[in-house]
């Protein structure tokens, strides 16, 4: 069946920091990808997303593109603030299999320091 | 516009006893997926109603069940409750068969402890 992989947390990095978060799926058919980023105490907030091979997501600084020959969909972000701190999770949806869900990793967890 | 409201945020219930939360979507959504969130199996699909009906299942026992109202409202309901339950329950709604890149927007959630 579809599923997602992410790298392990926590992540710790200092501010202005680059931040990378590995994120690969396998999927029968044609899905979607997103990240979904949850602060404490929160719900999940969408923070990007991509619907085809080679799009680019990318919102408050952060960018992941869509590699169907890798199968990846890496978060990155060229400077991070004590404000990112939170916990991000990659997702798919695939649109072929019939499914109307969302597959999830299973978080990376980020701290940032001041 | 008012995002997804669940209610309540907070539920402490009993071995045994049964349990049901409620998912109020955006305005104009008519779909709505539950997802339970645990440390252990992080986030995991539920189900999803679309126009009342049930598209979809996740792997759960059929002590977890949900409902879609006409006014797109919906509520799970959990019976017997076990101590495993205990985990954040998440509501998601979405624009109205766009298809399946749409975004989906998160409730705050139900913490439910099983004790």
């Known amino acids: 069946g579809d599923s997602v992989t992410q790298m392990e947390g926590p992540v710790t990095l200092s501010e202005e920091a680059f931040l990378t978060i590995n994120c690969t799926y396998t999927?029968?058919?044609?899905?979607?990808l997103f990240w979904y980023v949850q602060y404490p105490g929160e719900g999940l907030q969408l923070l990007l997303k991509?619907?085809?091979?080679?799009d680019k997501g990318s919102n408050k600084g952060f960018e992941a593109t869509y590699r169907k020959e890798t199968t990846s969909f890496h978060l990155e972000k060229g400077s991070v603030q004590v404000s990112d701190s939170a916990v991000y999770f990659c997702?798919?949806?695939?649109?072929?299999?019939?499914?109307?869900?969302?597959?999830f990793g299973t978080g990376t967890r980020l701290k940032v320091l001041a | 516009k008012a995002g997804v409201t669940q209610t309540p945020r907070y539920l402490i219930k009993t071995r045994g006893q049964q349990v049901t939360l409620s998912c109020s979507p955006i305005?104009?959504?008519?779909?709505v997926s539950w997802y339970q969130q645990t440390p252990g199996q992080g986030l995991q699909f539920l189900f999803e109603?679309?126009?009342?009906?049930?598209?979809n299942k996740g792997n759960f026992p059929g002590r977890f069940s949900g409902r879609q109202f006409s006014n797109s409202r919906s509520e799970m309901n959990v019976s017997t409750l076990e101590l495993g339950d205990s985990a954040l329950y998440l509501c998601a709604s979405s624009l109205p068969g766009q298809g399946y890149d749409d975004e989906a927007f998160f409730g705050q959630g139900t913490r439910l402890t099983v004790v």
């Open positions: 305005s104009g959504h008519r779909s």
């Open positions: 991509a619907t085809k091979a080679d």
């Open positions: 109603y679309f126009s009342e009906t049930q598209r």
């Open positions: 997702a798919l949806s695939d649109r072929i299999s019939g499914t109307y869900k969302y597959i």
């Open positions: 999927a029968t058919g044609y899905p979607s």
